[in-house]
C-alpha cells in the first residue's frame, strides 16, 4: 500500500495562509500524489496535535503565528539557527521525533538575491524597522551573511535594546524619530513591521531619506507594493516587494516532507496571488 505523505500549516488562526495554495502548486505541477493543509490549532491544544500528527502520516508542518515560540519547547531536535532566532517556523517529523527550524532568514536571503542581484551585504549598513519575531530572523541572516554593520530601531526602543542584548554583533540601537536619519548611507532598508500593510496605521517613512542606490524591501505582501515600496521606487531605489519571501522559506520544508526540491518561479507567485 502506498503512504500517501501529509504536511501542513499550524496557526491560530490559519484560515488567511496562503501556504496550501503554494504547497498544492507544487505537489501538482510536479505530480506528486500528497497534501498539505491548514491545521487550526488553539494553544491549548498545541503539545498534543504535534505529537499526533506523525502517527497518523504527517511529515512535517509550518508554524505560524501564534506557535513559532512556542514548538521550540515542544521539539526534540532544534536547529542552532532556530535556537538562536528564538522561534521555528518548520517541523519535520522522523521516528516520532520532532525536529525544529527557522527558515526565514533564508527565505529573506533569497528573494532578496532574487530581487536585487547587485546588493552585497558589504555594500554598506542596513536599517531594521522593527524588533519582533521577524527580524530576529533576518538580522541573525544578515549578519551570518556579514553585514557589518545592522541599525534597528523599534517604536518600543526597550525592545530593540533587549533584542541587541541578546543577539549581539553589529547591532547597533536607535530612536524610532531617528529612523530616517538611521537610513542616511545605508545599502539596505528593510520594514518587518506590519505598518504600511492593508488595515493598518501607516509606516511614515519619509522616501527623502532614502538615497537612490539603496536596497528597500518590505516583508509583507498585502498590498504587494506598500506605500514604502512605491515611495522608495519614485526615488530610484531598487525595492523588493515581501512576497518571495514567504515563497523561499517554503522550499527547504516540502524538499524535507515530499522528496524534491521546489522552484520559486513567475508562475508559482501568479498562482498564489490569484484571487
Given at each position: 500500500?502506498?503512504?500517501?505523505?501529509?504536511?501542513?500549516?499550524?496557526?491560530?488562526?490559519?484560515?488567511?495562509?496562503?501556504?496550501?495554495?503554494?504547497?498544492?502548486h507544487?505537489?501538482?505541477?510536479?505530480?506528486?500524489?500528497?497534501?498539505?493543509?491548514?491545521?487550526?490549532?488553539?494553544?491549548?491544544?498545541?503539545?498534543?496535535?504535534?505529537?499526533?500528527?506523525?502517527?497518523?502520516?504527517?511529515?512535517?508542518?509550518n508554524?505560524?503565528i501564534?506557535?513559532?515560540?512556542?514548538?521550540?519547547?515542544?521539539?526534540?531536535?532544534?536547529?542552532?539557527?532556530?535556537?538562536?532566532?528564538?522561534?521555528?517556523?518548520?517541523?519535520?517529523?522522523?521516528?516520532?521525533?520532532?525536529?525544529?527550524?527557522?527558515?526565514?532568514?533564508?527565505?529573506?536571503?533569497?528573494?532578496?538575491?532574487?530581487?536585487?542581484?547587485?546588493?552585497?551585504p558589504?555594500?554598506?549598513?542596513?536599517?531594521?524597522l522593527?524588533?519582533?519575531?521577524?527580524?530576529?530572523?533576518?538580522?541573525?541572516?544578515?549578519?551570518d551573511?556579514?553585514?557589518?554593520?545592522?541599525?534597528?530601531?523599534?517604536?518600543?526602543?526597550?525592545?530593540?535594546?533587549?533584542?541587541?542584548?541578546?543577539?549581539?554583533?553589529?547591532?547597533?540601537?536607535l530612536?524610532?524619530?531617528?529612523?530616517?536619519?538611521?537610513?542616511?548611507?545605508?545599502?539596505?532598508?528593510?520594514?518587518?513591521?506590519?505598518?504600511?500593510?492593508?488595515?493598518?496605521?501607516?509606516?511614515?517613512?519619509?522616501?527623502?531619506?532614502?538615497?537612490?542606490?539603496?536596497?528597500?524591501?518590505?516583508?509583507?505582501?498585502?498590498?504587494?507594493?506598500?506605500?514604502?515600496?512605491?515611495?522608495?521606487?519614485?526615488?530610484?531605489?531598487?525595492?523588493v516587494?515581501?512576497?518571495?519571501?514567504?515563497?523561499?522559506?517554503?522550499?527547504?520544508?516540502?524538499?524535507?516532507?515530499f522528496?524534491?526540491?521546489?522552484?520559486?518561479?513567475p508562475?508559482?507567485?501568479?498562482?498564489?496571488?490569484?484571487?
Open positions: 500500500m502506498t503512504i500517501v505523505p501529509l504536511a501542513g500549516v499550524i496557526g491560530h488562526p490559519v484560515g488567511h495562509s496562503k501556504s496550501p495554495r503554494l504547497h498544492g507544487w505537489l501538482h505541477t510536479r505530480g506528486i500524489i500528497g497534501h498539505y493543509v491548514p491545521l487550526d490549532v488553539a494553544a491549548a491544544d498545541l503539545p498534543a496535535v504535534l505529537r499526533l500528527l506523525p502517527r497518523i502520516g504527517f511529515r512535517g508542518v508554524v505560524t501564534p506557535h513559532k515560540e512556542a514548538v521550540l519547547a515542544l521539539a526534540d531536535d532544534v536547529t542552532p539557527l532556530a535556537r538562536k532566532v528564538g522561534a521555528a517556523n518548520t517541523l519535520t517529523f522522523v521516528n516520532g521525533t520532532i525536529h525544529a527550524d527557522n527558515t526565514d532568514g533564508y527565505g529573506f536571503m533569497a528573494n532578496l538575491r532574487d530581487g536585487a542581484p547587485k546588493w552585497r558589504g555594500d554598506g549598513p542596513a536599517l531594521i522593527g524588533a519582533g519575531g521577524a527580524a530576529r530572523a533576518i538580522i541573525v541572516a544578515l549578519a551573511a556579514g553585514t557589518s554593520e545592522i541599525r534597528l530601531v523599534n517604536r518600543t526602543r526597550a525592545r530593540a535594546e533587549e533584542l541587541a542584548a541578546e543577539l549581539g554583533g553589529p547591532l547597533r540601537v530612536d524610532w524619530s531617528e529612523r530616517a536619519t538611521a537610513a542616511e548611507c545605508a545599502a539596505l532598508v528593510v520594514n518587518t513591521t506590519a505598518l504600511g500593510m492593508q488595515g493598518q496605521p501607516p509606516l511614515g517613512f519619509p522616501a527623502t531619506a532614502l538615497a537612490p542606490e539603496t536596497v528597500v524591501t518590505d516583508i509583507v505582501y498585502t498590498p504587494l507594493v506598500t506605500p514604502l515600496l512605491a515611495s522608495a521606487h519614485d526615488r530610484g531605489c531598487t525595492v516587494d515581501g512576497l518571495g519571501m514567504l515563497l523561499h522559506q517554503a522550499a527547504p520544508g516540502f524538499a524535507r516532507w522528496g524534491e526540491v521546489p522552484e520559486v518561479t508562475e508559482l507567485r501568479a498562482h498564489v496571488l490569484a484571487p
